[in-house]
């Protein structure tokens, strides 16, 4: 594997951290600026509003300029973020920092994945992707432990402060060791129109539908975990960065996993991945008053959650091949599609006096539907597969015939 895409990685988790960091400062940061629970936790689905909107926009925007300058700048901006969040006055400049940071980071995504792909040959591809998701498994690991600690300790501000020095390694990292890559031309050259026509496949918006629930199941309890942890389960706060650092490892052994067996069994790592989430929350959801119960199935959902997340990320490299960097694009906006749709969703069945536990049945429903969304995406390809058998065993093998029967029609 390419150095490169490990510096692309070791960028993700910065990227990973400040993401997934709020689940971990949600109470304190709550009762600093005077909002509610699922107020706060709106900045969740914020962030991930800004990753919807922003990575197709500045993939397409970028699609022409130097993909190293263009990681370069992104990464800057979202640096700049995440100062303007440390020094936020007020919910709303906070609010409006999280949509600016998840911008630059859907941006850096889109791209990063293209040239992360770009690195490595086509069976290598749920490899690549594999760790830089496992950025975002190591950000859960360390980073977002980490947060929570600091939010404690030194006050959530302080947790943006460390995001932001997280990204300065990172652009010093992509500055030193991410490749200047040629701008296509000719007949090579990118074009939009070009990259726009994979959105007439089915194939591609069943891949990006089984993503985003996928990415609402995991989010609707994970933006929650915290007060599930203490008000539910009766753990004391303290224990919330233990279990943060667990999920997070248990995403690593996911990531693992599923860059292992994504790229022999792509369809099968799905199915068993998302199978395996959708029971993992509806057993938490029966035993959430459990301490035990509850750390056990964290860890868990983390390995079933992310062991489909390169699987996830190279079916849609797969479907929209003719166009890298949308297809990068469309799976970050995919995924945080699910990470807005699954906070507002838990939102909704906290404040409607359901408890937190109906979090985890909010995921249970939404993952059971990605595994519907993928069956039938399955079927298709299986269609797929036999109908270019018949039409290639016919143009072999039985030329004459075909030719007779059109004479006889």
Not at 13 to 21: H, I, K, N, R, V
Not at 358 to 373: D, K, P
């Amino acid at each position: 594997m390419p150095i490169a895409v490990y510096v692309l990685g070791l960028s993700v988790f910065a990227l990973g951290t400040s993401e997934f960091m709020l689940s971990g400062i949600l109470q304190p940061l709550a009762r600093d600026l005077d909002v509610s629970i699922p107020q706060a936790g709106l900045l969740v689905s914020a962030f991930a509003i800004g990753m919807v909107v922003g990575a197709p926009v500045l993939a397409a925007a970028t699609l022409r300029l130097p993909r190293r300058t263009t990681l370069i700048a992104l990464l800057g901006l979202f640096g700049l973020g995440q100062v303007a969040g440390a020094v936020a006055p007020t919910y709303g400049v906070l609010f409006a920092s999280r949509v600016v940071s998840a911008l630059a980071c859907a941006g850096f995504w889109a791209v990063g994945a293209a040239v992360a792909i770009s690195l490595v040959p086509v069976t290598a591809r749920a490899r690549a992707m594999a760790v830089m998701v496992g950025g975002l498994s190591i950000a859960n690991i360390a980073g977002v432990p980490a947060g929570a600690l600091l939010g404690q300790h030194a006050g959530w501000r302080s947790a943006f402060w460390a995001v932001a020095a997280l990204a300065a390694i990172g652009l010093l990292g992509v500055i030193a060791l991410v490749p200047r890559v040629p701008v296509p031309t000719g007949d090579e050259r990118p074009q939009l129109r070009r990259e726009l026509a994979i959105y007439k496949d089915k194939q591609v918006w069943l891949a990006l539908t089984a993503t985003a629930l996928n990415g609402a199941a995991v989010f609707a309890l994970f933006s929650y975990l915290s007060p599930l942890l203490t008000d539910t389960a009766g753990l004391a706060e303290s224990w919330v960065p233990t279990v943060l650092a667990l999920f997070g490892v248990g995403a690593l052994i996911g990531t693992f996993i599923g860059g292992r067996i994504a790229d022999a069994h792509l369809f099968g790592t799905l199915f068993v991945g998302i199978s395996a989430s959708t029971s993992v929350l509806a057993l938490l959801a029966l035993t959430a008053h459990s301490p035990i119960a509850a750390v056990a199935l964290s860890l868990m959902l983390g390995v079933t959650a992310f062991t489909t997340a390169p699987a996830l990320n190279a079916r849609m490299f797969n479907v929209a091949n003719a166009a890298p960097t949308l297809a990068g694009a469309t799976t970050t906006a995919a995924f945080n599609i699910g990470n807005t749709l699954g906070p507002w969703l838990g939102g909704l069945a906290i404040g409607a006096h359901w408890g937190y536990p109906s979090v985890a049945w909010t995921g249970a429903a939404l993952a059971a539907g990605a595994v519907v969304v993928t069956a039938v995406a399955f079927r298709l390809h299986r269609s797929a597969d036999h109908r270019s058998t018949l039409v290639a065993s016919s143009a072999g093998v039985a030329p004459t015939l075909e030719k007779a029967a059109a004479e006889q029609h």
